[in-house]
Nanobody
Framework: VQLQASGGGLVQTGGSLRVSCAGSGRTFSNYKMGWFRRAPGKEREFVASIKSRGTTYYADSVKGRFTISRDNAKNTVYLQMNSLKPEDTAVYYC???????????WGQGTLVTVSS
């Protein structure tokens, strides 16, 4: 499985942005998909995930502001980010793996910068 993240950019505080992650392979729908981020000087952290059957999970820091979704027909997972804050500035990575297993496939990341 190869993952390609896109859609990052510069946005003002309070703005919105949607990042996407396109996956290859016919078994995309069988995998859980996740978004992680790494802010400057910090460790990578979990943001959101969606299981193969659609169950979603969110980090407390983004709950109510971010929404993860998937379109299996397009082999794509999305992260809609609303009410963005400067602390959301990070490189966002998508990842995939089997449900209940570790993430094993990682995309290259897309930079999201939120200006104050």
């Amino acid at each position: 499985v190869q993952l390609q993240a896109s859609g990052g950019g510069l946005v003002q505080t309070g703005g919105s942005l949607r990042v996407s992650c396109a996956g290859s392979g016919r078994t995309f729908s069988n995998y859980k998909m996740g978004w992680f981020r790494r802010a400057p000087g910090k460790e990578r952290e979990f943001v959101a995930s969606i299981k193969s059957r659609g169950t979603t999970y969110y980090a407390d820091s983004v709950k109510g502001r971010f929404t993860i979704s998937r379109d299996n027909a397009k082999n794509t997972v999305y992260l809609q980010m609303n009410s963005l804050k400067p602390e959301d500035t990070a490189v966002y990575y998508c990842a995939s793996g089997m449900d209940e297993m570790q993430y094993v496939y990682w995309g290259q990341g897309t930079l999201v910068t939120v200006s104050s």
